[in-house]
C-alpha cells in the first residue's frame, strides 16, 4: 500500500507537472485525486497512463488523504491550508502564503531537510520562490565550504513563472510582431516578445520588488539569516527556464577551481562548464531536467574571496513541482508519514 495524495490546482501549469513529477519519479501513491477550483470540476488531467477528473475543492472531502501538495495560489492557500492540515494531512504549499511563518519550515531538501520536522506545528510545509530554489542549492556548498558573507544575483526569468496567461501572451506577442501586428500588453506591464523587464511582482517602498524581496528573505531563512543579499529580478521571452547570475563574497578563500570540484559532488547540482562557445547551460537546455545547472565558475577580482557563475533550472520543475515532490519523498524518507492501511 501507498500513500493517498490530493493535488490542489491540478489544472494550472506546476499542479500538471506535479502530477507529471509524482509519475516519472515512481512515488508511491495508492489513491490520486486532481482537486481544483468549481469551474474546472470536471477537466481532465493526466496522470501516468490514467486520465483523472478533477474535482471541486469545496467538495473535497481532505479526510481520506495523507499528502496534499497545493499550487493554487496564495489566496487560496491562506484560506483552505489551515483548514486541511487541521483534518490530518500534510500540506505542502507552492505559493508564498505561509513562506515567511516561522512555525512553517521552508525546505530545499538538498539544503535544509532536517528542518522538515517542524511542520508538525501547523501541518504545512512551504516551497520556496522558484528563483530561491535553485538559488540556495547551489549556495549550500559554498556556503560549507568557506561561509557566504554577501550575494549579488540578477535573475533572467521565463514567463512560466507566472502563469499559462503569461506564456500565451509572449506567443501571441511572438506572432504578432511577424505580422506587424504591435502587442498590447496584459499580463505584464510592457511588450515581453523581443524585450526584458526589470520588474516582477509589486514594488514596495524600498524600491524593490516583491519578487527581489522574496528571494533576500527566503534565502536567509532557508540557509542562514547572516548572509547579506541583493536581486534584481527580470522577466525575459523564455518560455521555461529560470537564469541567475550570481556574484558571492566569502570569508575564507575559495578557489574557481574548488568551487568547481565541490559543485560538482553536491546533490542537485549539474555542473557544465567549459571555458569555450557553447560550454554552458542556457534554459533551452535545462527544460525538462531536474538539476540545477551551474556554468561560467569564476573567480571576481574586484572583491576579497569572490566568485561568480551562471546557475539554471527549469523553474517549473526544481522552481516548484519537483522541490514540492521531494519534500513528500523526505516527509516519508524520515519516518514522518505512515502508509495508508
Given amino acids: 500500500m501507498g500513500y493517498r495524495i490530493a493535488v490542489v490546482g491540478a489544472t494550472g501549469n506546476v499542479g500538471r507537472e506535479m502530477l507529471n513529477i509524482l509519475d516519472e519519479r515512481e512515488f508511491p501513491v495508492d489513491e490520486l485525486y486532481a482537486v481544483a477550483s468549481r469551474r474546472s470540476q470536471g477537466s481532465e488531467v493526466s496522470f501516468g497512463d490514467k486520465t483523472i477528473k478533477c474535482q471541486a475543492l469545496e467538495n473535497f472531502d481532505f479526510t ?27 500540506v505542502i504549499d507552492n505559493s508564498s502564503a505561509f513562506r515567511y511563518d516561522p512555525d512553517v519550515p521552508l525546505i530545499v531538501p538538498e539544503v535544509n531537510a532536517d528542518a522538515i520536522a517542524g511542520y508538525t506545528k501547523k501541518g504545512i510545509i512551504a516551497n520556496p520562490n ?6 540556495v542549492v547551489a549556495l549550500k556548498p559554498l556556503h560549507d565550504a568557506a561561509t557566504i558573507k554577501r550575494v549579488v544575483v540578477a535573475t533572467y526569468q521565463s514567463v512560466s513563472g507566472a502563469g499559462k496567461d503569461a506564456m500565451d501572451e509572449l506567443w501571441n506577442q511572438t506572432k504578432g510582431i511577424f505580422v506587424n501586428d504591435e502587442p498590447t500588453p496584459a499580463k505584464f506591464p510592457k511588450r515581453i516578445a523581443f524585450n526584458v523587464i526589470p520588474h516582477i511582482d509589486v514594488f514596495m517602498d524600498d524600491g524593490y520588488t516583491k519578487e527581489e524581496w522574496k528571494v533576500m528573505v527566503e534565502t536567509k531563512k532557508i540557509l542562514d539569516p547572516k548572509i547579506k543579499l541583493t ?22 578563500p575559495i578557489s574557481a577551481d574548488e568551487a568547481r570540484d565541490i559543485l560538482r559532488e553536491a546533490p542537485g ?8 562557445p557553447g560550454g554552458y547551460i542556457t534554459p533551452y537546455e535545462a527544460t525538462g531536467d531536474d538539476a540545477t545547472f551551474i556554468s561560467r565558475i569564476r573567480e571576481d577580482f574586484t572583491v576579497e574571496n569572490g566568485l561568480s557563475m551562471w546557475v539554471v533550472s527549469d523553474n517549473l520543475r526544481k522552481g516548484a513541482a519537483l522541490n514540492a515532490v521531494q519534500i513528500a519523498e523526505s516527509l516519508i524518507n524520515r519516518g514522518f508519514l505512515k502508509k495508508a492501511a
Fill in 64 to 90: 481520506k488523504v495523507d499528502i496534499v501538495l497545493m499550487s493554487a495560489g496564495g489566496d487560496v492557500s491562506k484560506e483552505w491550508s489551515p483548514k486541511i492540515a487541521a483534518l490530518g494531512p500534510v
Fill in 130 to 135: 522558484c528563483s530561491t530554489a535553485q538559488l
Fill in 231 to 252: 536581486c534584481t529580478a527580470v522577466r525575459v521571452p523564455v518560455f521555461v527556464g529560470h537564469s541567475e547570475a550570481v556574484n558571492i563574497e566569502f570569508e575564507r
Fill in 269 to 276: 547540482c549539474l555542473v557544465i562548464d567549459k571555458r569555450e
